[in-house]
């Protein structure tokens, strides 16, 4: 797992609920319609400590830089189905959008807290 989470996971506990809970929940549902959506940041002005790494090596990354958007992707449970990529930025009109006129993302903008 490429998380700074991974710390935090039950590997049992999870089995135990993708094999006993999970099926109980999604029966009800048509599974096309499942879908699934996660986050993750992209450091744009942020280089890489280290270039190379190891087969079963875990890698933990922290904040090093405020300079990031937010990207949130999701798909159906077959993966037939994306959805339009959310980006969450600073700022209300980014300079590298200025000759656009489509976008193939949905661009939201967060503001700036304290």
Sequence with gaps: MMSGESADVDEHACEDWK???LPDLIRPYYEKGIFNADEAALFCKCLPDKTLTFKNEKC???????????????????????LKPLVIGKSRNPRCFKEKRFLPVTYKVTEMLG
């Design 19 to 21: 094999n006993n809970i």
């Design 60 to 82: 933990f990354w922290g904040k090093h830089s405020k300079e990031r958007i937010t990207l949130m992707i999701g798909t159906n449970m077959y993966g037939a189905e994306k």
